[in-house]
């Protein structure tokens, strides 16, 4: 007898308040466990995969007549695939906390930094730089799954007004651009494909390293290449509809902030395209959606 079994036999008589009934009549949309720490394996566009540690939340609907769910079968189903715990695998916690929870809907989302090498423009001293990442992944009993992977990067912007109406030189601040993307059915989504595409899209990317050559490099380059936030945005988007069209992506949404350096206020930009999936819709749009075949 394994060692769980002989617990759920002694203690089988312990009664299980989570399933008596509730009277108010109110479905709970979400219900679970949140910011577990975790081990994470994620698979890198280059080959190979990187070990990080994700911020991760586990949760499931429950329905009007359930007292609460048991939030000790979230955590089993997340360590049962301890040994294959990455990004791309999560449909199988998804498929267990279905099962172990006899829930209608279940939704894991995670959060978590990777580092990737990334040599100085000039001297080509190797450094490494991070990235915050999200992804998120949702299953239903009916039939509706829906996932969203998302970065942040932080480049550089230089202001075109300063450019052009100053005698000499330009203000510049550091940017953060935020992609998220939906993937169409079947395809696959690098964390590196939306990190280049916002780091292209600003006047330069940011180095961990820069020797005074570089320096002079990421400075001019910069000065050469001026961009508003609206440009930001704007270039951001311009990929994303190209992978929208070779459908790619159903949906994204792409957000810049610039921290600016010479006023008290940060300018922001945003551009959302496409329909929204199950993932980012209320439950109950999501009863009323038809399951993609």
């Not at 299980?16 to 720490?37: A, K, P, S, Y």
């Not at 499931?60 to 007292?67: G, I, N, T, Y």
């Not at 894991?108 to 423009?121: D, K, Q, S």
């Not at 600003?202 to 961009?227: C, F, G, H, I, W």
Request: net charge negative.
């Amino acid at each position: 007898m394994t060692k769980g079994s002989e617990f759920n036999t002694q203690y089988q008589d312990l009664p299980d308040i989570q399933e008596t009934r509730d009277t108010r009549g109110i479905d709970i949309d979400r219900v679970g466990v949140t910011h577990v720490r975790y081990p994470l394996e994620v698979p890198l566009r280059a080959g190979g995969t990187i070990n990080t540690v994700a911020s991760l939340s586990a949760t499931v609907s429950l329905a009007r007549e359930k007292k609460g769910t048991h939030m000790s079968r979230l955590m089993i189903a997340i360590n049962n695939e301890s040994h294959r715990f990455r990004p791309d695998r999560l449909d199988d916690v998804l498929g267990e906390m279905l099962t172990l929870l006899d829930a209608r809907e279940v939704m894991v989302e995670m959060e978590f930094p990777i580092f990737l090498t990334r040599a100085a423009p000039v001297t080509g001293i190797d450094g490494v730089l991070d990235y915050n990442c999200q992804y998120s992944a949702m299953l239903s009993v009916d039939g509706h799954r829906d996932k969203m992977v998302g970065v942040q990067a932080s480049v550089t912007s230089c202001c075109p007004c300063s450019k052009e109406i100053s005698r000499y030189g330009a203000h510049n601040q550091r940017s953060e651009v935020e992609i998220a993307v939906s993937p169409c059915r079947g395809a696959f989504i690098w964390f590196e494909d939306l990190i280049d595409i916002a780091e292209k899209s600003a006047s330069s990317q940011l180095y961990p390293v820069l020797k005074r050559a570089d320096e002079k490099y990421v400075t001019e380059r910069a000065y050469d290449n001026p961009k508003f936030v609206e440009d930001i945005v704007r270039d951001s988007a311009h990929e994303l509809l190209r992978r929208q069209e070779a459908e790619t992506i159903s949906w994204f949404r792409v957000s810049v902030t610039n921290y600016e350096s010479i006023h008290n206020h940060d300018a922001f930009a945003q551009i959302e395209r496409g329909t929204r999936g199950p993932l980012l819709l209320h439950p109950e749009a999501r009863g009323r959606m038809t399951v993609a075949q």
